[in-house]
């Protein structure tokens, strides 16, 4: 009939599906979007504040259980809760602690902004991960280790949106390294070293045709440290992005907790200990002591 569309459970317009979600576009008008969306156990989403303060998102929990930190309480929301955003100052992260579906009413046309990211994002990792299944893991856990430390530091959201997609996409460039060289057990001569280093560079140039500016800046400095001895411009202090000073900390230590090819993963406590010895010369104090206090929070020390 005119004027009414009736959908049957299961169908959807577009869909995307991501490693943590799934999110399918079930209704568009001019000002309205409707979405069904899943996250999948033990990851984590967030509810960003808007730049435009008309901007209303209603969400409506169907299955399974979130938890959340809102003004210092823990909240969990389970089917039937929702929540209702609008003029949103600060982000609000949730874990996920079982499979979870909701619905989002927006007023904001952002399927196909989220679709396109997410579509994009989807391509270049599946394709380093074939290579090596480690970089797309380490990827995600470095965005949610990087997220904890800059919401400790409260950092602005657009400092947080640009951080989170910088640590998704930092070591995309991983891509054009052999793989004998990433799974190399031992020492890396000089020669690949030097492969090794342009992967900051190679990862910008990967996804330069959609994001631009402090995204790309703090992707290539991710292997930057305090005292000149990182690549691939051996910035020092305050010539590296803040952002880029909080990767590297995620990024050590994720590196260092998880099992390679050739090694056993190191403790939580040991690599912690580890980056606190370099504190000051290669990572930032106050980056530090936050993912100090973070990991204490979390459990993992
Ligand atoms: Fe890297
Ligand atoms: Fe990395």
Do not use: W
């Not at 989220?114 to 380490?138: A, C, P």
């Not at 947080?160 to 070591?171: E, F, Q, T, V």
């Amino acid at each position: 009939m005119e004027g009414l569309q009736i959908g049957k459970k299961d169908q959807f317009i577009e869909k995307v599906l991501l490693n943590s979600t799934e999110l399918r576009l079930l209704g568009s008008t001019s000002g309205l979007e409707i979405m069904h969306q899943t996250i999948y156990k033990n990851r984590m989403f967030y509810l960003y504040p808007s730049d435009n303060p008309d901007v209303t998102e209603f969400i409506y929990f169907i299955s399974g259980k979130v938890t959340g930190e809102i003004n210092k309480e823990k909240v969990e929301l389970v089917p039937g809760d929702y929540c209702l955003v609008n003029g949103l100052k600060d982000p609000v992260h949730f874990t996920a602690l079982t499979d979870v579906t909701y619905l989002i009413v927006t007023t904001e046309h952002s399927f196909s902004h989220i679709s396109n990211e997410i579509l994009t994002l989807k391509g270049f990792v599946n394709q380093v991960e074939k290579k090596d299944r480690y970089t797309f893991l380490h990827s995600e856990r470095v965005a949610e280790y990087s997220i904890m430390i800059a919401k400790k530091l409260r950092l602005s959201p657009e400092q947080l949106k640009s951080l989170y997609l910088a640590a998704g996409y930092h070591d995309v460039g991983k891509i054009n390294v052999p793989e004998e060289i990433l799974n190399k057990p031992g020492s890396l001569t000089d020669e690949e070293f030097d492969i090794i280093k342009k992967h900051p560079v190679d990862s910008v140039k990967m996804i330069q045709h959609i994001y631009s500016g402090k995204i790309l800046k703090i992707i290539e400095q991710h292997h930057e440290r305090l005292n000149g001895s990182g690549y691939p411009y051996g910035l020092k202090e305050d010539e590296i992005l803040f952002e880029s000073k909080i990767i590297a900390v995620a990024d050590t230590f994720d590196a260092m907790t998880e099992d390679r090819a050739y090694r056993k993963a190191f403790s939580a406590q040991y690599a912690l200990e580890e980056i606190k010895r370099l504190s000051g010369t290669h990572y930032d104090e106050k980056v530090v002591a936050a993912f100090e206090a973070v990991l204490m929070e979390e459990g993992k020390i």
